[in-house]
């Protein structure tokens, strides 16, 4: 029989990417969706005959046994949260209901149902926060500098202790940043390749951003969603970093986008205070040793040529919708 994976948040970036890989690997996939007026379902629209879509909410513990006992997965990626960091500053309850809250409810329902699925956890490099160490491992110290690095902070440590408590099959992925064509406009990396393509089109003139000076570690989306499945297929739960190791400015990912389309960046971007954090993240860069020699884990896609994909897909994008 075919495994099944249960998705929590597979109408977003990383579900439609893991969503995908998982349906190549032969898994029957279900997808937990919210129920909403305004569902958006433009990134699993080309795979949504081949999932089953369920409706759950992570603010909702019966929901979640529910849908296991009536889909009995093997496997669940807990990858549904409000995982926006700027709106965390506006919506901090919230936040911690859904990303924090929300891990515990969906491990209890494990719990009560069927202890034997594996989970995975998607725990994030905002953990670090003000870092304490560079490059950050699974065992540097959390900092977190906003409500939603909080947040992922308690849904990392509550995934460890009911891993500990109940001898649960219960992996933690620490992701730095991952990128795509898929990409939120709200995130700085898409709000640049968007910008870019609408500039180049002659639709807008300036593109506002905030600090410039700011690094990640960027790589791409489709190429992580491999590691959280490799987590899962290993006899022991653990934690691991998946990163580049590599740290790019958001001036270079701004420079690199305009170089893409011949424009000169200078005469385009504007700096917008609208657009700083309370508290700053300055530099987050991950050593993925442990998830290389462990998994076997390892990226294809280097970040100029995941802002290339961006900005040629953004034009696309742009062109189609001119008409």
């Known amino acids: 029989m075919a495994k099944r994976a249960l998705i929590t948040g597979v109408t977003g970036q990383d579900g439609s990417y893991l969503a995908e890989f998982l349906l190549d690997q032969g898994y029957e996939v279900c997808g ?11 990134r ?5 005959d081949r999932i089953t879509l369920v409706a759950g909410d992570l603010l909702d513990e019966v929901s979640m046994i529910n849908i296991l006992r009536d889909n009995r997965p093997s496997e669940v990626y807990n990858l549904a949260a409000q995982s926006f960091v700027q709106t965390s500053w506006n ?8 990303t924090a809250l929300g891990v515990t409810r969906v491990l209890d329902a494990i719990r009560t149902v069927d202890p034997e699925i594996r989970f995975y956890q998607a725990s994030s490099s905002e953990m670090f926060g003000k870092v304490l160490e560079v490059p ?8 977190p500098r906003s409500p939603y690095g909080v947040a992922k902070v308690y849904g990392h440590w509550i995934t460890v202790n009911y891993r500990e408590s109940y001898d649960l099959h219960a992996s933690s992925g620490i992701l730095f940043n991952h990128e795509s064509p898929r990409r939120g406009l709200e995130f700085v990396t898409r709000k640049v390749t968007h910008g870019v393509a609408r500039i180049k089109a002659g639709i807008d003139d300036k593109l506002a951003l905030g600090n410039l000076d700011a690094q990640r570690d960027w790589g791409f989306a489709a190429d992580y969603v491999r590691a959280m499945w490799l987590m899962l297929q290993q006899d022991h739960p653990d ?4 990163a580049t190791g590599e740290t790019h400015s958001v001036k270079e990912l701004v420079q690199l986008s305009f170089a893409a389309v011949d424009l000169d960046w200078e005469k385009h971007v504007v700096i917008d205070e609208r657009f700083l954090r309370p508290a700053e993240v300055d530099l987050l860069v991950g050593d993925p040793t442990k998830a290389e020699k462990t998994l076997g884990w390892h990226r294809d896609v280097e970040f100029p040529a995941l802002v290339q994909m961006m900005v040629e ?6 062109k189609s919708r001119l008409g």
């Not at 937990?32 to 433009?42: A, I, P, Q």
């Not at 934690?239 to 998946?242: P, Q």
């Open 32 to 42: 937990m969706v919210r129920r909403s007026s305004t569902l958006n379902f433009e």
């Open 44 to 48: 699993i629209a080309h795979i949504q």
């Open 91 to 98: 919506q901090p309850v919230l936040t911690g209901e859904t």
């Open 136 to 143: 950050q491992v699974e065992s540097t110290p959390f900092y």
């Open 239 to 242: 934690d691991f970093v998946v």
């Open 313 to 318: 897909a953004d034009l696309a994008l742009v």
